[in-house]
């Protein structure tokens, strides 16, 4: 009997992931790997994107690169070294993200400024490289991590929620640009995710919460979606958070 084939729907398609070295970021790396992509990393930190990429060589061509994507020429060297590596993008995540947590008189102009430029100019200028390949090859997907914090409003979040409220009107505004040259552009808004990033109150790690995996499925679903159809946004959050 022969081996049973193993559906991999993404096979060949090369895939950005920012902050792709840990959390939810990582985890759709994982993701899009098993399902064939070839992936790209990158991270902030010295060395852990390599380190993220090389967990992923069992299954996948994979490739890390240290770049800030607060930094645009880091960016455009980034983008530019995957796609001579891999001779195309086909998929964009901005994942990467940062966030300082209190009042605004408390929180610092240098602490607003980095916030501003990792959550809202890095995904600007991971796009702005991006699109050009894609409308060029006629098609592409960028998938942009939100929040829930992008509609809610909360105290000591004032820079937080003023990134994600700006990466929400981003990414509305940039699938009304790009859906006639072949670009879906989605964003998914969570709400409390199982992983180290800083939030009110710290990690706490916890069952109730969600699991970056199951962000990594929604991104998956996304992607495999026919390509005449754009969901524009997802809302994802704990089905049974504690009381108050």
């Not at 299954?59 to 891999?86: I, L």
């Amino acid at each position: 009997m022969s081996e049973k084939t193993v559906e991999r729907p993404l096979s060949g398609r090369v895939a950005i992931i920012t902050g792709g070295t840990r959390g939810i970021g990582f985890a759709i790396a994982e993701r899009l790997a098993s399902e064939g992509a070839k992936i790209a990393i990158c991270g902030a930190k010295e060395g852990t994107a390599e380190q993220a990429s090389q967990r992923l060589a069992p299954m996948t061509e994979a490739y890390g690169e240290t770049a800030d994507v607060s930094n645009y020429a880091d960016v455009k060297r980034f983008v530019a070294n995957v796609k001579s590596r891999f001779g195309s993008v086909h998929i964009l995540i901005n994942n990467a993200g940062i966030g300082v947590f209190r009042p605004i008189s408390e929180l610092t102009p240098a602490e607003w400024d980095r916030m501003m430029a990792v959550n809202l100019s890095g995904a600007y200028y991971c796009s702005h490289e991006a699109l050009p390949i894609f409308r060029e090859q006629g098609e592409g997907d960028v998938i942009n991590i939100s929040s829930l914090a992008g509609r809610n409003p909360f105290a000591g979040g004032g820079g937080y929620n003023a990134s994600k409220f700006g990466m929400n009107g981003f990414s509305e505004a940039m699938m009304l640009d790009h859906r006639n040259d072949g670009v879906r552009v989605s964003y998914i808004m969570p709400g409390s995710v199982d992983t180290e990033f800083g939030g009110p109150g710290g990690k706490t790690s916890a069952n109730w919460k969600i699991a970056p995996e199951d962000i990594a499925d929604v991104v998956s679903t996304l992607l495999k979606m026919p390509r005449r159809t754009t969901v524009s946004r997802v809302e994802i959050r704990p089905s049974r958070p504690p009381s108050r």
